[in-house]
């Protein structure tokens, strides 16, 4: 893993060699760094405060062996990753305006794609952790974490069925407490309807009917003047003699048809006055018809009026015309038949929610029980490799319990309280010595209880959900003496089967590493590519011997590092 412009880090690399690596040096040197920076590689937050002052952007670079046979490679393979011999290179880049791009196998990716690859590479712990596994929820995330199939498959059941059920108790509270005003509604729109059908508008009836009293206010104006248009172009027969354009166009043909033969430009014009001759007679014809069909009775004009309020009184209240207002009715007929369908609605989602609590019910009690039975083979090896980290009398079980609640789900005959997680609470007691009550861990634990417990917790893990790597920050914190030695001798047995990276301040956990890195800092603050070494012989002695004496150079500070390596070696 390269490192560069990162806190204290100017640039340098960290190799993790396989089996057990401690990551060593003065408090503030830079070791949380490594854990840093692995942190970003695999999808952590990304921090501008992060970038060294002075530089433009902070770079972590690195190279995970993943067979090709994981699950993680598969996922890089569908985001067009590429392995470069069995491994995945991994690039993370904050600037220092607090953007961050990350590149995995040569392409560009979400950083939330290498979040998930996280999962099932490495698991990170540190301090933050401990005091995660302090909360309730987080118990019983590992309970179920640690059971496996036998809580997974209830469980997806069960959530799915409470998130359909959440939604049923939603729309039902919803429409029972709107029910007085969805009332009112339908009630307006009930009255809205009536109104409408009593008049029975027809679409484009407005138009027609205003057009038509239009033509009744004036229709002696009309067939006056359709009258002496039709005298005009037609004649009137008792006036002999009266000449109408008829008669004129007619002479004109007659005058015109005795030479056309002479000239073709002549034959046409006269062509073109025959047929304003038969325009003229259609024209004619119409007029007269017109003025005989014309309606001039006052009962239909003040008929018509009357209809035309009737319709006015409807385009005031649900359109500016009537075809506005019959949209209107059509809508508001599909609205009222929901209306009217909630008593029948609500009957249904009564019956859809008993029927889903009951189902919670029982995928709720497979759950616990379930969660029993895991819950005592968990706390029994947790208890195992208590004593193995020097708390040879420490018992650690389970608390799973529900509460009773009237709105909750039947279990088990009682009628509890439930979450999208089931029914339980789950909660992980510590009891540290014989006599002792056991006590919630958050409330019966030390600081040094609380690292080994969570120790333990994960080694158990490594037994039944392994990853290939694990990394450690500061998880000996309030460990001494004997229990640090434990210890440093369980990270040792754990890294027989893993990669196992720990930040650390205590010399009996390093002497078990196979491999101790040394984190100092330049005379100017800084981290450089020399900064971060591989400590071999005589150098590891002198670092152990720091660590325990605050002096490199103490024969008696020596004396115990060589016999702390010495006991490593032993039980390697």
């Not at 609470?425 to 510590?430: A, D, I, K, M, T």
């Not at 930040?503 to 100017?524: E, G, M, N, S």
Request: proline share 3%.
């Amino acid at each position: 893993m390269r490192i560069r412009s990162l806190g204290v880090i100017d640039d340098a690399v960290v190799e993790l060699s396989p089996g057990f690596t401690a990551v060593t040096g003065e408090t503030g040197a830079g070791k949380t760094m490594v854990v840093t920076s692995l942190g970003l590689l695999l999808g952590g937050r990304a921090d501008a405060a992060l970038v060294r002052i002075g530089a433009r952007s902070a770079v972590v670079e690195g190279r995970i062996t993943v067979p090709e046979s994981a699950a993680a490679a598969a996922r890089a393979g569908e985001a067009g990753a590429e392995l470069d011999d069995g491994a995945l290179l991994i690039s993370r880049t904050v600037s220092a305006e607090g953007r961050s791009r990350a590149h995995l196998g040569g392409r560009s990716v979400p950083v939330g794609l290498l979040a998930e690859l996280a999962d099932d590479l490495v698991a990170v712990h540190g301090q933050t952790d401990q005091q995660g596994l302090l909360k309730q929820s987080r118990q019983r995330q590992a309970l179920d974490r640690y059971a496996g199939d036998a809580v997974a498959g209830p469980l997806a059941k069960y959530t799915e069925a409470y998130k359909r059920l959440r939604a049923v108790a939603t729309e039902l509270e919803e429409i029972t407490t709107r029910a007085r005003e969805r009332a009112q509604e339908a009630d307006l729109l009930r009255f809205g309807l009536d109104e409408i059908a009593a008049v029975e508008p027809r679409a484009g009836e407005d138009v027609e009917l205003a057009e038509e009293a239009e033509r009744l206010g004036h229709a002696e104006a009309l067939a006056s003047a359709a009258s002496v248009a039709h005298a005009a172009l037609a004649g009137n027969p008792e006036d002999l003699e009266g000449v109408d354009a008829g008669t004129l166009v007619a002479g004109a043909q007659r005058a015109l048809e005795a030479v056309r033969a002479h000239d073709p430009a002549l034959a046409a014009l006269t062509d073109r006055i025959g047929e304003v001759g038969i325009l003229l007679r259609d024209v004619a014809g119409d007029l007269a018809g017109y003025a005989d069909d014309l309606d001039a009775d006052p009962l239909r004009l003040a008929a018509v009026e009357e209809r035309r309020a009737a319709l006015t009184g409807l385009t005031r209240k649900y359109g500016p015309d009537i075809a506005a207002v019959l949209a209107w009715a059509e809508e508001s007929a599909a609205r009222l038949t929901d209306l009217e369908g909630d008593d029948e609605r609500i009957g249904e989602l009564t019956a859809e929610r008993d029927g889903l609590r009951a189902e919670l019910g029982g995928l709720a009690q497979t759950l616990s029980q379930a969660r029993t039975e895991a819950a005592e083979r968990f706390a029994a090896a947790v208890t195992a490799e208590l004593a193995s980290l020097a708390m040879p009398h420490a018992r650690v079980s389970f608390d799973i319990r529900q509460t009773e609640d009237p709105d909750g789900v039947e279990v088990g005959g009682r009628t509890v309280a439930h979450g999208p997680s089931g029914v339980d609470e789950v909660e992980l007691l510590l009891a540290p010595h014989p006599g002792a009550p056991p006590r919630p861990i958050a409330k019966g634990a030390s600081g040094g209880e609380l690292s080994r417990v969570m120790l333990a917790v994960e080694v158990v893990f490594a037994g039944t959900d392994p990853v290939p790597t694990y990394l450690f920050d500061e998880v000996d914190a309030g460990v001494g003496g004997k229990a640090a030695v434990e210890i440093g001798r369980r990270l040792a047995k754990l890294a027989k089967s893993a990669q196992v990276v720990v930040v650390t301040h205590l010399p009996q956990v390093a002497a078990f590493a196979d491999r101790q890195l040394l984190v100092a800092k330049t005379h100017d603050g800084t981290v450089t590519r020399s900064g971060v070494k591989v400590l071999e012989g005589e150098d590891r002695i002198r670092e152990l011997s720091r660590m325990l004496a605050g002096q490199e150079d103490s024969e008696t500070a020596r004396a115990h590092a060589e016999e702390l390596l010495e006991t490593a070696r032993a039980d390697g």
